[in-house]
């Protein structure tokens, strides 16, 4: 058996990104644009809240102390 070659031929390298859409627009384009949405996304929803409510903070980042929000709430004698 001879020794394994590199292969040499038209199929052999990945095509770019541009020529993959030129090849398919259609499908190729609206996975492209799916992925960029997708990679923009930010949770909006998430951002709302301050860090201390979103659960972001740990380590030491988070509060030993008890909330000022807390401390409002429950009676302390």
Same mark, same amino acid.
């Given at each position: 058996?001879?020794?394994?070659?590199?292969?040499?031929?038209?199929? +052999?390298?990945?095509?770019?990104?541009?020529?993959?859409?030129?090849?398919?627009?259609? +499908?190729?384009?609206?996975?492209?644009?799916?992925?960029?949405?997708?990679?923009?996304?930010?949770?909006?929803?998430?951002?709302?809240?301050? +860090?201390?409510?979103?659960?972001?903070?740990?380590?030491?980042?988070?509060?030993?102390?008890?909330?000022? +929000?807390?401390?409002?709430?429950?009676?302390?004698?």
């Amino acid at each position: 058996m001879p020794p394994q070659r590199p292969a040499i031929g038209k199929d +052999t390298a990945p095509d770019s990104w541009l020529i993959a859409l030129s090849k398919n627009k259609g +499908t190729a384009l609206r996975s492209l644009l799916a992925a960029l949405l997708n990679a923009l996304h930010t949770y909006q929803h998430d951002w709302s809240l301050p +860090t201390h409510r979103r659960g972001t903070l740990g380590g030491m980042d988070a509060a030993t102390e008890l909330a000022w +929000t807390y401390l409002q709430r429950v009676l302390r004698w």
